[in-house]
């Protein structure tokens, strides 16, 4: 009835990206619980967007201080959607669900596995933060939105997304990744020019926050998002923490493949 | 169908698995019998390439595992011990997955899914999610997805553990079935009426070593086919003899109650280690 083991494959191989069966299974998981991935990806945002717009009404860095802040809020909007969900996801699957077993004994490479991941993580945390950008933009105005803008934001979502699967390889739990995520990740985004120029922080912290991973990505958006204007030593900057941090996905999801 | 040659494996000091030789034939039911720790379980992870051994190499269907991944991935089909199906997605999608995983198209793929659904008698839930399910329909789904890509050889690690006696004869049906549809399986599992129930030949572990190989009648005919066994109030004692003749013989000079009794393998795996399977 089967041809259960005779091991003819029936079928010819389809021609598809490997990586792309991982994007479709998230889909299908956020597809189900769509609200709340909305609702979890733009309250924060939204939030501090009308605190800000009812009880600032200064300048900062030259331009009205809402016109500011509104790229930083993209650029958490970006962060917390790709970075925090990914990781919640992919700690879950891997130490409770288990199914990363599933994915090794797949024909399926550790850089397809990451890829997929990373861009199914950095692409819904772009979706939230455009979504984040164009409530702004409807409730300011003045904003440019550019291709060079999108790769931008793109890059610091996938960024982040890749510091999700490298974080979700060494996390012993939900524990660890609350931890991780309360003491470094959320508070790097308010010392990364999110909310304030990092130069108006007090002393040496100005200089540091600019070896942070976020700093040169959201200088740029900012840039790019009031006047069209890329900057491509920042732009470079935030594509090497990109770089880095999925090679260090990728180390330490080979490292786990070996464990 | 399978080939292990001095397959090895060490965790620090501890050597889980010592130099395993072994062949596994076309078409074979094959039980790896054993206590926990025994390393059964390292074993099937080796071979499905999930764990790298320390020394040695084994062949499936003609590859070396560790040389021949992409083929060697494509022919076998593995059910783990714990559970990895993803809860968050129905029944039907994780079969899905696993099919696009595979590169299979649609219409092999939606034709498959069905046929296995029917198969593992899940039809009627296919569209609920998994975490509804209960321990056996999921045991029963992970096999409907280990076969999802026709595989060559099945690799059943510890299939019906944690599941009631029901689901467990339910579970054996399966596995009968699936080597009658041309699937050479490989099964571990602690329970000796399981090995006996199903297994063509069955090879005892033990501390990382095979100890015995042949099929559960070989193996008890090696020890004797029937035990006394009686009580001589420190503990419970076991004679085993060749024949019938020979043990009501031997419990006629006995003094006390005794029991006559056909040998299982489990008195084998206790005459080979002087310990029970589950000690």
Known sequence: MLEAA???????????????????????????????????????PVIFLFLFAWNFKDTAAGVAYLQFLIPGLVVMAAVTASYSDLVNWFTLRRTFYRV??????????????????VL??????????????????????????????????????????????AMAMVAGGDKDVLMFT?????????????????????????????????TAGTYNLRALALGGINHWSWFGESLAWLAGFYLLAYLLLNWRRQD | MIEIKGLTKNYGNLQAVSDLNLRIEQEEI??????NGAGKTTTVRMLTMLTRPAAGEAYIAGHEVQRD?????????????????????????NLELHGRLYKMPAAERGRRVEELLAFVELGERAGELVGRFSGGMKRRLMIARALMHRPRVLFLDEPTVGL????????????????????????????????????????????????????????????????????????????LFGTREEAVAYAGRTSGGVTIRETTLEDVFIQLTGRRVGE
């Open chain 2, 69 to 93: 991944l992409a083929r060697v991935r494509h022919a076998i089909g593995v059910v783990p011990q714990h559970m990895n199906l993803d809860q968050e997605l129905t029944a039907r999608e």
């Open chain 1, 120 to 165: 199914g993580g950095g692409g819904k945390g772009l979706v939230i933060a455009l979504l984040v950008y164009l409530v702004s933009w409807v409730m300011t105005g003045g904003f440019c939105l550019s291709f060079l803008f999108l790769l931008q934001l793109a890059v610091i979502a996938f960024t982040f997304a890749s510091l999700a699967v």
């Open chain 1, 6 to 44: 005779a091991g003819k494959r029936l079928w010819v191989e389809k021609i598809y990206p490997p990586w792309l069966p991982l994007i479709l299974a998230m889909g299908l998981v956020w597809r189900r619980r769509w609200w709340r991935f909305l609702v979890g990806g733009l309250n924060r």
């Open chain 2, 30 to 35: 094959f039980g790896l019998l054993g206590p």
């Open chain 2, 164 to 239: 009631d006696p029901q689901t467990r004869r339910r579970m054996w049906d399966l596995v009968r079935r699936m080597n009658r549809d041309g699937a050479t399986i490989l099964l571990t599992t602690h329970y000796i009426e399981e090995a006996d129930a199903l297994c063509h030949r069955v090879g005892i572990m033990d501390r990382g070593r095979l100890i015995a190989l042949g099929s559960p009648g070989e193996l008890k005919e090696r020890v004797g086919r029937f035990v006394v066994e009686g009580f001589d109030g420190d503990g419970a004692t076991y004679a």
């Open chain 1, 100 to 117: 990363l077993d599933e994915y090794l004994l797949a024909p399926l490479s550790i850089n397809s596995l990451l890829a997929g991941h």
């Open chain 1, 182 to 214: 309360n003491l470094i990740v959320f508070p790097m985004t308010f010392f990364c020019g999110t909310f304030f120029p990092v130069e108006r922080l007090p002393g040496v912290l100005g200089k540091l926050s600019w070896f942070l991973p976020l």
